[in-house]
């Protein structure tokens, strides 16, 4: 730093670095002047109107009183305004009568995606599409019948069949000759099918009875999917599904969504955008 300042008309400060290298005492821009006040000034009137600074048991509300739950509502409410001509004719509509309103069908349909992403979609995939021992809802296979009212009905009452483990009222090769009818979407080829009453369940021709919830087993839709096709069969055979007497039975239930859990007019919401996901019958 020089001694001496070399620049003695210069506003600067008198410290000089490697000849003229220095320090300048100039006023900073008008801009960056204006900015800087008008920086502070707009906290104080932030910290003013809205809330802000925290006290011992609450904190400072702001004179506007606003709050973010308040400004959710409020947005809140001009939604349901939207939405309030359609949702008002809901409840006294049937689904059938929703479905052939193609404009309040839309409607369903697009207000529906958020009720199945959060009720259903964990069970049944994204768009219907299954998971491992979950029903596939985009195809034409129905345990229980595909219409929109049947829809309705598992929805609301849940679903629970039973299948009777048969362990130990056939034998191995029992089995293994029913397993192999079944995978080849021929269950009748067996005398077992007729002798063993199979039928009695599954129907005369193997296609099941929405009745009981008994699967169709000439279609080669197989609920518990698994690589070893057969295998699987076998094990569903010998330990049949939710019967409680065999401890390594399967366990297949859908929860009820009716009474407090989903309202009438979210259930017919549901099952109508399930009816069109593609397998409604």
Not at 155 to 169: D, P, Y
Request: glycine share 10%; aromatic share 8%.
């Amino acid at each position: 730093m020089s001694e001496n300042n070399p620049f003695p008309n210069e506003k600067n400060s008198g410290h000089i670095w490697d000849d003229n290298l220095r320090e300048l005492l100039n006023d900073p821009p008008t801009w960056w002047r204006i900015g800087f006040h008008a920086s502070w000034i707009l906290v104080i009137v932030y910290t003013v109107l809205y809330p802000s600074w925290p006290m011992l048991t609450t904190h400072y509300k702001g004179v506007m009183g606003w709050t973010q739950i308040g400004e959710f509502n409020e947005d809140m409410k001009s939604i349901e305004q939207v939405r309030a001509k359609y949702e008002d004719q809901l409840p006294n509509k049937s689904a059938a009568a929703i479905m052939a309103d193609d404009e309040l069908s839309n409607y369903v349909v697009s207000s529906a995606k958020v009720l199945f992403g959060d009720n259903c979609a964990a069970c049944h995939g994204t768009g219907g599409a299954g998971n491992p021992t979950y029903p596939v809802l985009a195809d034409d296979d129905w345990l229980y019948g595909g219409t929109v009212n049947e829809i309705i009905t598992s929805i609301t009452m849940g679903r629970k069949g039973v299948m009777t483990a048969h362990g130990k009222s056939l034998s191995t090769a029992e089995i293994d000759e029913l397993a192999n009818a079944v995978a080849k979407g021929e269950p009748a080829s067996s005398p077992l099918f007729m002798s063993k009453a199979c039928f009695a369940c599954h129907g005369m021709d193997g296609k099941g009875m929405a009745a009981l919830g008994s699967a169709n087993l000439t279609d080669g839709i197989n609920r518990f999917d698994e690589k070893d096709q057969l295998a699987s069969i076998k094990y569903t055979i010998t330990h049949g599904v939710n019967d409680v007497s065999d401890s390594a039975t399967r366990i297949a239930e859908m929860p009820v969504f009716g009474g407090s859990k989903l309202s009438e007019t979210d259930i017919k919401k549901l099952a109508i955008y399930v009816h069109k996901l593609g397998g409604g019958q």
